[in-house]
């Protein structure tokens, strides 16, 4: 199983599937993080959190914890 968090800059990929439960996914999704929605990571800060995407045409930064959540293909 391959998350966002394992995901390397430049990379893109697509959303398989969201984990967690609750308020977590809810504001995952309120995002714009979808199942089959694109993703590309564009930046990484120096210690791993937090991780800049693109997704859905917007810049956004997520924690390290919240990217181990969505698994990619």
Known sequence: ?????????????TVK????EGAIKR???DMG???GVSITVRKVAPLGD???ITVRGYEL???????AM????
């Open 1 to 13: 199983m391959k998350t966002l968090k394992d995901t390397h800059i430049g990379e893109t990929v």
């Open 17 to 20: 599937k969201l984990h967690g």
């Open 61 to 67: 930064s997520l924690r390290k914890a919240d990217a």
């Open 33 to 35: 993080i979808t199942k």
């Open 27 to 29: 504001r995952i999704m």
């Open 50 to 52: 937090p991780v800049e």
């Open 70 to 73: 969505i698994e990619v293909a």
